[in-house]
């Protein structure tokens, strides 16, 4: 079975059983950035996993029992172990599993992507003033915030329950005049989208 | 006897600051560390350089006059900062413990195992709030503000850590032995007593025996940082003394 086109359980919902020998299982949610970084990794290096979708609104009692923090992704295998952070996830699989490796064998080229991927996170997450260039919103705000007013169109939003500060930075953006007076409402945007997919001439002018 | 002991240590050097000269490529066959005598992240990989016997030079950098070159090695100016013979700089100190971890023979500090590997990052995770939360105790007991609610969320962390121990029922995170992960958590243990927070460990036994089963182990001790003299910096530092990160060199 491949990625997660099943329904997701929720409260009430009977605890799935073992995982079966040669699979691999990832708790996930199908909109959910970092648990779709596990199912990348998990179908780049071609590995055999079943995919249960958790509905976060409505989370099962049995789930905090794989997860004490009640996050996608988890990773559980056939001897019950569960692995979960999602760049954890991702470095059990490739260190687990035989054929390509995605981490470089190299220790310092090893040491170099999680650099990068450090300080990327740190400038989102440590931020220690509410906007990215201090305690006013700025230019680097404005640059970055186009991409966020359209997570929330793609229903990703929920996710940034994983990094409060991010969510904080998003509340404030829209508190601002200048991104509220141009922000898209999420319906239209969906409604681009859709027809934009559909190479349709008349994405460009949805709502008009 | 103490004082001789700490111009000893392999850091106690004067911290470089700016208008200092850039120091020269590192000699083959040795690893530079840029650190600071008291910082705990910098603790951290210089215990791992210590367990695994790497042969290293350590540059001091002052934190509150930092060299303009150091820039050229932290996009940021953070320390700790691993530089080698090739010119390749590791930086954030679990990437560089990690980083010595995997470079250098000997014995390994992480699990060869993927999932215990695994459960060490989990570990990890779990510690997140500790430096902060000590961090803020310190300042707020400095400052002369008092930190109930700082000291209740710190004993919450380490309740957690606790049931770790108590769950596995092992003395260290990692099993019977010392690893990789107990040397990330130790430099804040070693902290509690300078900090005033040492009480915080009262309710947790495991972890008091955890912290004296640390206190013998040779990278440990060979690497543990006198109680005056991190008095003497701390009461220097609170009073924005550049001086502060050299506190206790005999020169």
Same mark, same amino acid.
């Given at each position: 079975?491949?990625?997660?086109?099943?329904?997701?359980?929720?409260?009430?919902?009977?605890?799935?059983?073992?995982?079966?020998?040669?699979?691999?299982? =990832?708790?996930?949610?199908?909109?959910?950035?970092?648990?779709?970084?596990?199912?990348?990794?998990?179908?780049?290096?071609? #590995?055999?996993? *079943?995919? #249960?979708?958790?509905?976060?609104?409505?989370?099962?009692?049995?789930?905090? *029992?794989?997860?004490?923090?009640?996050?996608?992704? =988890?990773?559980?295998?056939?001897?019950?172990?569960? #692995?979960?952070?999602?760049?954890?996830?991702?470095?059990?699989?490739?260190?687990?599993?035989?054929?390509?490796?995605?981490?470089?064998?190299?220790?310092?080229?090893?040491?170099?992507?999680?650099?990068?991927?450090?300080?990327?996170?740190?400038?989102?997450?440590?931020?220690?003033?509410?906007?990215?260039?201090?305690?006013?919103?700025?230019? =680097?705000?404005?640059?970055? @915030?186009? @991409?966020? *007013?359209?997570?929330?169109?793609?229903?990703?939003?929920?996710?940034?329950?994983?990094?409060?500060?991010?969510?904080? @930075?998003?509340?404030?953006?829209?508190?601002?005049?200048?991104?509220?007076?141009?922000?898209?409402?999420?319906?239209?945007?969906?409604?681009?989208?859709?027809?934009?997919?559909?190479?349709?001439?008349?994405?460009?002018?949805?709502?008009? | 006897?103490?004082?001789?002991?700490?111009?000893?240590?392999?850091? +106690?050097?004067?911290?470089?600051?700016?208008?200092?000269?850039?120091?020269?490529?590192?000699?083959?066959?040795?690893?530079?560390? !840029?650190?600071?005598?008291?910082?705990? /992240?910098?603790?951290?990989?210089?215990?791992?350089?210590?367990?695994? %016997?790497?042969?290293?030079?350590?540059?001091?950098?002052?934190?509150?006059?930092?060299?303009?070159? !150091?820039?050229?090695?932290?996009?940021?100016?953070?320390?700790?900062?691993?530089?080698?013979?090739?010119?390749?700089?590791?930086?954030?100190?679990?990437?560089?413990?990690?980083?010595?971890?995997? +470079?250098?023979? %000997?014995?390994?500090?992480?699990?060869?195992?993927? !999932?215990?590997?695994?459960?060490?990052?989990?570990?990890?995770?779990?510690? /997140?709030?500790?430096?902060?939360?000590?961090?803020?105790?310190?300042?707020?007991?400095?400052?002369?503000?008092?930190?109930?609610?700082?000291?209740?969320? $710190?004993?919450?962390?380490?309740?957690?850590?606790?049931?770790?121990?108590?769950?596995?029922?092992?003395?260290?995170?990692? %099993?019977?032995?010392?690893?990789?992960?107990? !040397?990330?958590?130790?430099?804040?243990?070693?902290?509690?007593?300078?900090?005033?927070?040492?009480?915080?460990?009262?309710?947790?036994?495991?972890?008091?025996?955890?912290? +004296?089963?640390?206190?013998?182990?040779?990278?440990?001790? +060979?690497?543990?940082?006198?109680?005056?003299?991190?008095? %003497?910096?701390?009461?220097? /530092?609170?009073?924005?003394?550049?001086?502060?990160?050299? /506190?206790? $060199?005999?020169?």
């Amino acid at each position: 079975m491949s990625g997660g086109s099943a329904r997701s359980l929720g409260k009430g919902s009977p605890p799935p059983g073992p995982v079966p020998e040669g699979v691999i299982r =990832v708790y996930s949610m199908r909109f959910c950035p970092f648990a779709e970084r596990t199912r990348l990794v998990l179908n780049a290096k071609g #590995i055999r996993h *079943e995919v #249960i979708n958790i509905n976060l609104k409505n989370k099962p009692e049995w789930f905090f *029992e794989k997860n004490p923090l009640g996050l996608v992704p =988890v990773l559980e295998n056939s001897q019950g172990q569960l #692995i979960y952070e999602s760049t954890i996830t991702c470095e059990y699989l490739d260190e687990a599993y035989p054929g390509k490796k995605l981490l470089p064998d190299d220790p310092y080229e090893k040491a170099r992507q999680k650099m990068i991927f450090e300080l990327s996170s740190q400038v989102l997450t440590n931020k220690k003033t509410t906007f990215f260039g201090g305690k006013n919103i700025s230019m =680097v705000d404005y640059l970055i @915030w186009p @991409w966020f *007013e359209r997570l929330e169109a793609v229903e990703l939003i929920d996710c940034v329950d994983h990094t409060p500060k991010l969510k904080l @930075w998003m509340e404030a953006m829209r508190k601002d005049p200048t991104v509220s007076a141009l922000i898209t409402d999420a319906k239209t945007l969906r409604g681009f989208t859709d027809l934009y997919l559909q190479n349709s001439p008349d994405a460009c002018d949805y709502g008009l | 006897m103490r004082r001789r002991l700490e111009s000893m240590a392999e850091d +106690a050097t004067r911290a470089l600051g700016k208008g200092s000269l850039p120091p020269g490529p590192v000699p083959e066959g040795l690893i530079r560390i !840029y650190s600071m005598r008291f910082c705990p /992240y910098s603790h951290r990989t210089r215990l791992i350089l210590q367990a695994k %016997g790497i042969r290293h030079e350590v540059i001091n950098i002052n934190l509150k006059n930092k060299p303009e070159w !150091y820039y050229t090695k932290h996009p940021f100016g953070q320390i700790p900062v691993l530089e080698n013979s090739k010119h390749q700089l590791i930086y954030e100190s679990v990437i560089a413990c990690e980083y010595l971890d995997d +470079a250098y023979p %000997g014995r390994k500090l992480y699990p060869f195992d993927p !999932y215990e590997r695994a459960r060490q990052k989990m570990l990890l995770e779990l510690f /997140y709030k500790v430096p902060h939360l000590t961090k803020e105790c310190l300042v707020a007991f400095r400052c002369g503000r008092e930190c109930t609610d700082l000291k209740l969320a $710190l004993r919450q962390e380490f309740c957690n850590l606790e049931e770790i121990l108590g769950y596995q029922n092992t003395v260290f995170f990692g %099993g019977d032995c010392i690893s990789m992960i107990d !040397y990330l958590f130790w430099p804040w243990f070693e902290r509690l007593d300078v900090y005033g927070i040492a009480d915080c460990v009262s309710h947790t036994p495991a972890l008091r025996l955890w912290i +004296a089963a640390m206190k013998q182990d040779p990278a440990v001790c +060979a690497l543990l940082i006198d109680k005056n003299i991190f008095l %003497g910096f701390l009461n220097l /530092y609170f009073q924005n003394n550049p001086d502060a990160f050299d /506190y206790g $060199l005999s020169c």
